[in-house]
T-cell receptor
Framework: EPEVTQTPSHQVTQMGQEVILRCVPISNHLYFYWYRQILGQKVEFLVSFYNNEISEKSEIFDDQFSVERPDGSNFTLKIRSTKLEDSAMYFC???????????FGSGTRLTVV | DAKTTQPTSMDCAEGRAANLPCNHSTISGNEYVYWYRQIHSQGPQYIIHGLKNNETNEMASLIITEDRKSSTLILPHATLRDTAVYYCIVRARYNFNKFYFGSGTKLNVKP
């Protein structure tokens, strides 16, 4: 069964550093998403991306965050200057245009120290 | 998108059917009911969705009441691996963007 692949599975970074979280969506999928989950809290929507542009973003997704599809296979989330409160699991997801649910990756655990 | 209400937690004996309720009394005509689950800290996993008819797939069955104000997800023979948080989400048909994940129901399957 096709999978959404996320790397790395765990990243530790110092406060103020830039991080890039990487995702390889399912190959024929056209819509891409990032969600995050702070430990013990709900899964929260960050951003959706279609046709090389952001289609919706939440209030969490401020100027410190950006997304990019640098080539035909990768989808990245960049946090420019990490804060302690950015520590969370970050989930990438993708879907095709025939199906209303989507497939999530297994996540990247980001720890900011 | 309509709000949903789910019990915080439920227990189920291994091998028995798990019936997870969801109330969505403010659902509107173009909104679908989706179920996802999250096992430990893994990414949410799609289970099933429906509009008004009952649906069944290899994982579960979804029973939606005639007035569509509530639904039940049924895992016919729960196993220990079905222990997870189950999310009931209502979303408009043409909202292709976010899903709102609430607190869900923690299902504990016990031997």
């Amino acid at each position: 069964e096709p999978e959404v692949t996320q790397t790395p599975s765990h990243q530790v970074t110092q406060m103020g550093q830039e991080v890039i979280l990487r995702c390889v969506p399912i190959s024929n999928h056209l819509y891409f998403y990032w969600y995050r989950q702070i430990l013990g809290q709900k899964v929260e929507f960050l951003v959706s991306f279609y046709n090389n542009e952001i289609s919706e973003k939440s209030e969490i997704f401020d100027d410190q965050f950006s997304v990019e599809r640098p080539d035909g296979s990768n989808f990245t989330l960049k946090i420019r200057s990490t804060k302690l409160e950015d520590s969370a699991m970050y989930f990438c997801a993708s879907r095709d245009d025939r199906y209303y649910g989507y497939t999530f990756g297994s996540g990247t655990r980001l720890t900011v120290v | 998108d309509a709000k949903t209400t789910q019990p915080t937690s439920m227990d189920c004996a291994e091998g028995r059917a798990a019936n997870l309720p969801c109330n969505h009394s403010t659902i509107s005509g173009n909104e679908y009911v989706y179920w996802y689950r999250q096992i430990h800290s893994q990414g949410p996993q799609y289970i099933i969705h429906g509009l008004k008819n009952n649906e069944t797939n290899e994982m579960a069955s979804l029973i939606i009441t005639e007035d569509r104000k509530s639904s039940t997800l049924i895992l016919p023979h729960a196993t220990l691996r079905d222990t997870a948080v189950y999310y009931c989400i209502v979303r408009a048909r043409y909202n292709f963007n976010k899903f709102y994940f609430g607190s869900g129901t923690k299902l504990n399957v016990k031997p």
